[in-house]
């Protein structure tokens, strides 16, 4: 009995602490984000929430169709370092 009393605040806490991780994770787009990824947004991702994590993995699911210009935003934003860049380059993805 003490355990099954003490189940539900543990799974509270659990997905406290997950929602928590989520929402710091979230990152403000920036100017050159707007900017230069706007149209693939519209393109490719219209669908997802900006500032969300589904639109981040949408973007990168079409890596290779985003401009230079968006990849370089995305890099200087700390949406993806440009080591990973260059590694899905190398690897054809």
Known sequence: MIIRDAVPPIIFATIL???SAVAADAKPIT???EKHCAS???QYC???GLESAALRNCMSRIG???SNAC???LIEAG???R???ERRKKSGR
């Open 31 to 33: 100017a050159a984000e």
């Open 64 to 66: 290779r169709s985003l």
């Open 83 to 85: 080591a990973e860049v």
């Open 17 to 19: 602490g997950f929602v």
């Open 46 to 48: 219209g669908e997802y």
């Open 79 to 81: 949406e993806v370092s």
């Open 71 to 73: 990849v370089d935003a």
């Open 40 to 42: 693939a947004y519209h």
